[in-house]
Nanobody, 125 residues
Framework: QVQLVESGGGLVQAGGSLRLSCAASGRTFNSYAMGWFRQAPGKGRLFVATIDWIGGRTDYGDSAKGRFTISRDNAKSTVYLQMDSLKPEDTAVYYC??????????????????WGQGTQVTVSS
């Protein structure tokens, strides 16, 4: 297991940018695929992006393609989500999660076993 803490959320105007961070504790972080999900009020938790354990492969949900970038710094045990060209519909609580060891996890939340507490992102129009 790995403990995860998200940060970097906040209030931003449409068209702006935010960078979310997810800091992990535990020496096993470097072996896990990592993902970002989001949950808007009254909606389910939806896939945003995922990155493999060494940062060589990524995948994005349709809402994130071309606007969001996932990356990781294993030396800092941190995964990032750079969000550009934000839209009001991006408003949600964003969660990071740890997935498969030594691989790439997919878009299904059941593939992830450890979750952070979430960080709120609000995009005003």
């Amino acid at each position: 297991q790995v403990q995860l803490v998200e940060s970097g959320g906040g209030l931003v105007q449409a068209g702006g940018s935010l960078r979310l961070s997810c800091a992990a504790s535990g020496r096993t972080f470097n072996s896990y695929a990592m993902g970002w999900f989001r949950q808007a009020p009254g909606k389910g938790r939806l896939f945003v992006a995922t990155i493999d354990w060494i940062g060589g492969r990524t995948d994005y949900g349709d809402s994130a393609k071309g606007r969001f970038t996932i990356s990781r710094d294993n030396a800092k045990s941190t995964v990032y989500l750079q969000m550009d060209s934000l839209k009001p519909e991006d408003t949600a609580v964003y969660y990071c999660a740890a997935g498969a060891r030594y691989g790439l996890s997919g878009r299904d939340r059941t593939e992830y076993h450890s979750w952070g507490q979430g960080t709120q992102v609000t995009v005003s129009s």
